[in-house]
């Protein structure tokens, strides 16, 4: 074992990443015999052998120096893409609305606009899409 490397087993992690940050590569020192593009010890984070024979149990990650189960943080979803997504809804209750010769009720006039604004970046303030409303539509006065 490369004597730069002062365990066998290492996992290797970004260093400069926010912990709990993912293991990226599993290493066995003693099989190489030229460490010529690997980190430098002291950006790995030394395992046992028995963390290196259950790695494939994973995924882990390192925090605090610690060997850990890791979950990736969900993405985030820019509220602009959210806002466009709420669009294909409002289609759907629209073309509904006018298949069933109704309208959309006040509450959901409210929530297209406030969802378009937010959608074409007009609405550059809110932080969350508004609730959508329960109810949508109502019958049209001049059909009935």
Same mark, same amino acid.
């Given at each position: 074992?490369?004597?730069?490397?002062?365990?066998?087993?290492?996992?290797?992690?970004? @260093?400069?990443?926010?912990?709990?940050?993912?293991?990226?590569?599993?290493?066995?020192?003693?099989?190489?015999?030229?460490?010529?593009?690997?980190?430098?010890?002291?950006?790995?984070?030394?395992?046992?052998?028995?963390?290196?024979?259950?790695? @494939?149990?994973?995924?882990?990650?390192?925090?605090?120096?610690?060997?850990?189960?890791?979950? *990736? *943080?969900?993405?985030?979803?820019?509220?602009?893409?959210?806002?466009?997504?709420?669009?294909?809804?409002?289609?759907?209750?629209?073309?509904?609305?006018?298949?069933?010769?109704?309208?959309?009720?006040?509450?959901?006039?409210?929530?297209?606009?406030?969802?378009?604004?937010?959608?074409?970046?007009?609405?550059?303030?809110?932080?969350?899409? *508004?609730?959508?409303?329960?109810?949508?539509?109502?019958?049209?006065?001049?059909?009935?």
């Amino acid at each position: 074992m490369p004597s730069a490397y002062p365990n066998r087993y290492y996992a290797q992690y970004d @260093t400069s990443a926010a912990q709990p940050t993912p293991v990226l590569g599993w290493l066995d020192m003693s099989i190489y015999s030229d460490t010529r593009g690997f980190p430098p010890a002291s950006d790995l984070l030394p395992i046992t052998q028995a963390q290196f024979s259950t790695r @494939t149990a994973g995924p882990y990650g390192v925090s605090n120096g610690a060997l850990v189960q890791y979950a *990736p *943080p969900a993405p985030v979803i820019p509220l602009k893409t959210q806002a466009q997504a709420a669009q294909a809804w409002v289609q759907q209750q629209a073309s509904l609305a006018a298949a069933m010769g109704e309208v959309f009720t006040a509450d959901m006039k409210a929530y297209v606009k406030a969802i378009a604004a937010i959608a074409n970046g007009a609405d550059t303030t809110s932080t969350i899409l *508004p609730v959508q409303p329960t109810d949508v539509m109502t019958a049209n006065a001049e059909t009935v």
